[in-house]
């Protein structure tokens, strides 16, 4: 039964990947209502929690090819670029910011490393 749970979440991690990164640039590029609690640069753990899903998610989904890994991990630091860009470019309410890549790249880096440890462990092969 295990097997079977295991199974079926791994060949469907592809949608949880593709919903991520929706959800990703759909939170990115709309008007978010404040709280009213400010806590100086939480955006930042928030860019990195984001970025961290979003890669862990696309590694996991093509867990059966790790040399894949890189690419992959390039690729969600580009995507978060150019999700800067277009918040600068795109929006008047929303600005890129320099530090917000570097807390997305963070979030790709620490996934790799996690992912990478999975691999080593051979924990979902």
């Known amino acids: 039964m295990l097997k079977r749970i295991k199974k079926l979440l791994l060949d469907n ?7 991520t990164t929706i959800a990703i640039v759909c939170l990115s590029l709309i008007k978010l ?3 009213g609690v400010e806590i100086k ?3 930042k753990a928030f860019h990195s929690i984001a970025y961290f899903t979003l890669t862990a998610a696309w590694l996991f989904s093509f867990y059966k090819k790790p040399e894949k890994k ?3 991990a390039i690729s969600c630091i580009i995507f978060g670029i150019i999700i800067e860009v277009l918040q600068a470019s795109l929006t008047v ?3 890129g910011d320099f530090i917000d890549v570097l807390a997305n790249s963070f979030g790709v880096i620490l996934a790799l490393i996690i992912f990478n440890l999975f691999l080593k462990k ?3 092969n």
Not at 13 to 19: F, N, Q, R, S
């Open 122 to 124: 051979k924990w979902i």
């Open 70 to 72: 890189y690419l992959i």
């Open 41 to 43: 640069n939480i955006d």
């Open 33 to 35: 209502s404040g709280t």
């Open 93 to 95: 309410y929303r600005t």
């Open 13 to 19: 991690l592809i949608i949880v990947a593709i919903g």
